[in-house]
């Protein structure tokens, strides 16, 4: 995983799942049983056993840790809460409320999170496993502050209007948010985690000349900032082929592409800019079997023009994905060694 995501030589792609670590497994159902997403994520040895579950059930070869893209945030008195998704009882408008934002030190206002993350290296580092860890973006943490909810109709116009009526004070916003990310990503770092993901999911939501002028520039001085040195920075987005070639000036190590995207043009994008990670459809993990070995052995045609490709889905796994579909995903990965 660490070789792929550098462009180093490998003997055959490395392979994990976004959301590996949910809904589809009858042991996550069964942890998670009378307790809140909100008080799981808190959990230290909950979260612990979540994440650790589809190493030996579904035979992936990284952990990432189970939590949310809202943890970070939980110190900023927003009054979030899941219904099940997010919804926040004070929404960030206006510059009156992005100047009131603190979100304090992460270290400190969301200790839990660190302490999972030492627990699970402790225990992945005998078997050789890498740890993940991961943050939302700040443009899609931004569209849920603005809205005060996710948008079933994924527009998030609150936030588009902030951007077109009161530029800088979006600016503010994504200002805040990355300073945020990049402190909670090295605390992340510093306390095991060998690769991080930064989560863009809503970005495709933009046109390129709007995410060149607000985006772009943040999502650069999170890849600079972050101790890349000690871990390599992966940037995804879930459904933006427009976004490929501005998300790879942002410099990550990895760019991580949604199922929307055509692999082999993403592949001959980056080329020796960074590593290429995705993107088969979660749909297609209830193929037949000898289905998803033929769309692994397509994907890992595709992918060749890239420095290194790691074998992943477009977004995360859904609840109604197949158990036996995500293991045969991961065992056709691992059969190109031989291939």
Known sequence: ?????????????????????????????????????????????????????????????????????????LGAELGVRFEPGPVLERPVRGRAEVEKLAFGDPRERVAFTFEILRRLRRELEPRGVPLIGFAGAPFTLACYLARGRGDPERRYPELREMMEREPETADALLRRLADLTVDYLNAQIEAGAQVVQLFDSWCGILGEADYRRFVLPVTRDIAARVDRSRAPFILFASDAPHLLEAMLE?????????????????????????????????????????????RVREMAEQARPARGWIANLGHGCLPETPVEGVRAFTDAVRALATA
């Open 250 to 294: 942002a410099g990550p190590d990895v760019l991580s592409v949604g199922a929307s995207v055509d692999l082999g043009r993403a592949a001959r994008l980056a080329g020796a800019r960074a590593s290429l990670q995705g993107n088969l459809d979660p749909v297609e993990l209830a193929l037949p079997r000898e289905r998803i070995f033929a």
């Open 1 to 73: 995983m660490l070789r792929a995501c550098r462009g180093e030589p490998v003997d055959r792609p490395p392979v994990w799942l976004m959301r590996q670590a949910g809904r589809y497994l009858p042991e996550y159902r069964r942890a998670r049983a009378g307790q809140g997403f909100l008080e799981s994520c808190r959990d230290v040895e909950r979260a612990v056993e979540i994440s650790l579950q589809p190493l030996d059930r579904v035979a992936s070869e990284a952990v990432v840790f189970f939590s949310d893209i809202f943890v970070p945030l």
